[in-house]
Each structure stands twice: as structure tokens, then as C-alpha cells.
């Protein structure tokens, strides 16, 4: 192994990455920090800290990979580009996809709406509000996908367009919104994450009766 990816850290307790650290230093023989081995821990520590049960923001602090001695041998690196949103983008567009990074991030900075302590009000820009309407998943709908039916078996079409939403529920709002726009029948396929009893049997005598 040379290098090694570990997704989402800021999400995990410090004992994690201070176990792999122990366990490369005891089977390969080294006292180097995971054993000279390129280790890259990628995250946003805006996002979900790790989660610890009934303890308050010091104790939780305390679990993360800052606070681990591990982090004095890091070397912190940024990304400041979003090469998937200004890839074949005009110098206007990308002036303002510019702008909007820069907001959210001021947001996920507390710069935005002034000192608080996890609440605030902030105050979104005129151009990211849904104007007054009855039904404000419609008409974002409507936004988001224009014309939605005349362009419904053109795939490049939905490939730049997307709906974000923060719970399951808007999610399923959303679906069922878009479903009664579209026409014909739903068809609802499931999965299956096990082989059925009753099937596994039948294959059973099946390879029973070939022999």
C-alpha cells in the first residue's frame, strides 16, 4: 500500500485514525507516523463533527481529528476552485458561481449574519428566493426545469440541472410533484439485499435433478 484516502475524517473519532497509526507502527516495524505511508484525509469541517452521545461541544471538539497529535504532522491543503461548475463556463458565469461560493462559504464561516452562537438570521440575496406563489416546489420546478415534458427523453438536459433538498421527506415531495407532471403510469422497482428462502430451495432440487 502507498497511499491511502480516508473520506469524510472530520466525521470520525480521533481514536480511529490513532488506532491505524499504532497498527502500521506495530506490524511494519516502524516509529514513523503511519509508518511513512502517504495518508490523505479529505473533509469539510463545516459538515457533521463526529457524533458523541449526551456529551456537550467541548467533549466533541475534543474527539476530532484536530485534536489528535496526529494533526501536528499534517499538512493541510484547500481546495479554492470548483472546476465541475466553471468547466465551459463564460467569464460572467464564472464570476457569479464566484460570488455564490464565496457566500456559502462566509455562511459556513459564521461571517454571514453576524456573531451568534449556532443560530442566526441571514439574509438571502433577492436572486436565490422563490418568489411569492401557491406552491412554492412547483414553481422551483418550473425553474429548475423549464419545459421539463418537451425535453424529457433528452438526457443531456437533466446532466446540468439538479434539485438539492435537506430531508428525505422534501425529497419525496419533490418526487411525487415531478410524477404528476410527467405522463403515464409510475412503475416502482425494489431492490433485495437476500436471496429469497423459496427461491434458494428451488435451485436446490433444481441442481439436484441435473446430477
Not at 488506532?19 to 516495524?29: I, P, Q
Not at 507516523?33 to 502517504?38: D, E
Not at 470548483?82 to 461571517?111: A, C, H, Y
Not at 440575496?125 to 412554492?136: A, M, N, R
Amino acid at each position: 500500500m502507498k497511499l491511502l484516502i480516508w473520506d469524510e475524517a472530520p466525521m470520525t473519532h480521533k481514536h480511529a485514525f490513532q488506532a491505524l497509526d499504532k497498527s502500521c507502527k506495530d506490524v511494519l516495524k516502524s516509529k514513523s507516523l503511519f509508518r511513512g505511508k502517504v495518508v490523505v484525509f479529505e473533509g469539510d469541517f463545516r459538515q457533521i463533527l463526529p457524533v458523541i452521545q449526551k456529551e456537550r461541544r467541548q467533549q466533541i471538539v475534543n474527539a476530532t481529528l484536530c485534536s489528535s497529535y496526529n494533526w501536528h504532522h499534517l499538512r493541510v491543503l484547500r481546495l479554492t476552485e470548483n472546476l465541475r461548475l466553471t468547466v465551459g463556463q463564460q467569464s460572467n458565469d464564472k464570476e457569479e458561481t464566484k460570488n455564490f461560493s464565496n457566500w456559502q462559504l462566509d455562511i459556513g464561516e459564521g461571517k454571514v449574519g453576524g456573531s451568534n452562537d449556532g443560530t442566526a438570521k441571514i439574509d438571502i440575496p433577492d436572486d436565490l428566493l422563490i418568489e411569492q406563489c401557491d406552491d412554492p416546489i412547483i414553481k422551483l420546478i418550473q425553474f429548475v426545469y423549464p419545459n421539463i415534458l418537451n425535453n424529457s427523453q433528452d438526457p443531456t438536459y437533466f446532466q446540468h440541472r439538479g434539485l438539492l433538498a435537506p430531508t428525505n421527506v422534501v425529497v419525496n415531495e419533490i418526487n411525487d410533484c415531478l410524477l404528476e407532471i410527467f405522463l403515464g403510469d409510475p412503475v416502482e422497482y425494489l431492490s433485495s439485499d437476500s436471496v429469497s428462502k423459496s427461491d434458494y430451495i428451488d435451485e436446490k432440487k433444481s441442481n439436484f435433478m441435473l446430477h
